[in-house]
């Protein structure tokens, strides 16, 4: 049985990049607590915004949404925004949902 892992968010901002990476399971109950990290970045077009989803174990319908959200918004004031790390099962989801298409991946954020 696998152990539950906490949701998690850890935040950094370098070189022109801020970083959001994500643990444990992103779903309706934390989507606020994702929400209020991401409120003082997402209308920001002065950096980047990378999405590290490598500690992620689950995400829910409602996480994609907030992924697309993210997308959406970067998207309308031209900022760039990544996703990194995702997991072969989040990936395989993404597949699924046509989001992949979508999504700008990178090791590094390519300026």
């Given at each position: 049985?696998?152990?539950m892992?906490p949701?998690?968010?850890?935040?950094?901002?370098q070189?022109?990049?801020?970083t959001?990476?994500?643990?444990?399971?992103?779903?309706?109950s934390?989507?606020?607590?994702?929400?209020?990290?991401?409120?003082?970045?997402?209308?920001?077009?002065d950096?980047?915004?990378?999405?590290?989803?490598?500690g992620?174990?689950?995400?829910?319908?409602?996480?994609?949404g907030?992924?697309?959200?993210i997308?959406?918004?970067?998207?309308a004031?031209?900022?760039?925004?990544?996703?990194?790390?995702?997991?072969?099962?989040i990936?395989?989801?993404?597949?699924?949902t046509?989001?992949?298409?979508?999504?700008?991946?990178?090791?590094e954020?390519?300026?």
């Amino acid at each position: 049985m696998m152990k539950m892992v906490p949701f998690a968010i850890q935040q950094s901002e370098q070189d022109g990049v801020y970083t959001l990476k994500l643990s444990g399971e992103l779903d309706l109950s934390v989507v606020p607590q994702l929400q209020k990290s991401l409120q003082h970045v997402l209308e920001r077009t002065d950096v980047a915004l990378s999405l590290h989803l490598g500690g992620l174990t689950y995400i829910d319908s409602t996480g994609i949404g907030i992924i697309v959200s993210i997308l959406k918004a970067r998207d309308a004031i031209n900022a760039p925004f990544y996703v990194q790390e995702i997991p072969s099962s989040i990936r395989r989801l993404f597949d699924l949902t046509g989001l992949s298409g979508y999504l700008k991946e990178g090791t590094e954020a390519q300026g």
